[in-house]
Every structure is written in structure tokens, then in C-alpha cells.
């Protein structure tokens, strides 16, 4: 996803945020997991904390990881998701 997807996303997310509560907690949650690992390669490169690495590619594909996901289950009808047309 590019930073403007995501950026797009958070902005559905906000706009609708009364109607989809949980869903605005869940995506911030994800952006600060994808953030933390993003800012984390640097500080795992540093202390040599090598272990921590596959961590932080983890952390960074989460939102990828999220909306595919999220997509899959929205095409097969077993959850509806209506932020997609900000994509």
C-alpha cells in the first residue's frame, strides 16, 4: 500500500468513525504496529538486534496483510467492508 492508500483508508475511517468505531481502533492499531516497525529496522541495525528484523518486515507488511485480507473475506460475503472504495 502506498501512503496515500493508507492515508485514504484513515480518512474513510475517521469520516465514518461513529458509524464504524471498532473499526477506526483497528486500523490504528495496525498503523501504530506498521509504524513501530518501520521505526524499528534502524534501532534493530544499531544494536545488532538481529532477531528483531523479521519482526519489523512483519510489522511493516501488516497493513498489506490487513486490507488483503479484508478484501478476500468481503469478495466471498462473509464480512462486508465498506472502506474498500477508498482504495
Known amino acids: 500500500m502506498t501512503l496515500k492508500q493508507l492515508s485514504q483508508v484513515k ?5 465514518h468513525s461513529a458509524r464504524h ?4 481502533a483497528v486500523w490504528n492499531l495496525i498503523l501504530t504496529v506498521w509504524m513501530l516497525g518501520f521505526m524499528g529496522v534502524p534501532g534493530a541495525l544499531l544494536t545488532h538486534a538481529w532477531m528483531a528484523l523479521p519482526l ?5 507488511l501488516l497493513p498489506m496483510a490487513y486490507a488483503g485480507g479484508r478484501r ?4 466471498a460475503g462473509r ?4 472502506w474498500l472504495t477508498a482504495l
Open 11 to 15: 480518512r474513510w475511517m475517521v469520516m
Open 21 to 24: 468505531p471498532v473499526e477506526l
Open 56 to 60: 519489523c518486515l512483519i510489522a511493516w
Open 72 to 75: 478476500q473475506l468481503h469478495r
Open 79 to 82: 464480512l462486508r467492508c465498506d
